[in-house]
């Protein structure tokens, strides 16, 4: 396949929110790796004395992970990477990817992961311990509630299943009925 640019993949945030120029989009998804809420976010959605929860990717080679990927173009890839690596510091780095698309084909392409042990590495924890978290975490980028929710509602969008994102969501939105942030 001529591809015309790098392809991103986003998993997260980078789904509702690329905030980055692209030449096209694509459902796309990535085979042994799972989407989990195990990465602190002391930059966007918590601070550094009280981290928020974010997604990173697990490695799982029974599993797989659907997400949008971004066809960004050569002549705009330094600035954008530039920038998303910016975005994306606080424990995340680019690896290389296997992209298989969801209307057919695959590609090479990007994605920022933040592995196990890194500086903001929070790793498992209960669902309700994970949501008590979520709940009460604040950033500058905005409340933890809604980086969960605008993920599960673009999920959703995109006819993509995640058991564990829409159970996570559940339950914030059944233990915090009446109390939402706003
Ligand atoms: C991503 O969206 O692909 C990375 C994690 C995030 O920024 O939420």
Known sequence: MVTHG???FGYGSIIWRPDIEFRERRIARVRGWKRRFWQGSHDHRGVPHAPGR???LVPDESDSCDGM?????????EATFAGLDHREKNGYKRHDVRLEFRDGDACDGVVYIAPAGNHAWLGPASDIEVVAQIRRSVGPSGANIDYLTELATALRALE????????LERLALETGQGQRSG
């Open 54 to 56: 974010v997604v990173t």
């Open 69 to 77: 990927a971004y066809l960004v173009d050569h002549s705009v890839a």
């Open 160 to 167: 993509i299943d995640d058991p564990h994102v829409f159970t």
């Open 6 to 8: 790098i392809w991103v």
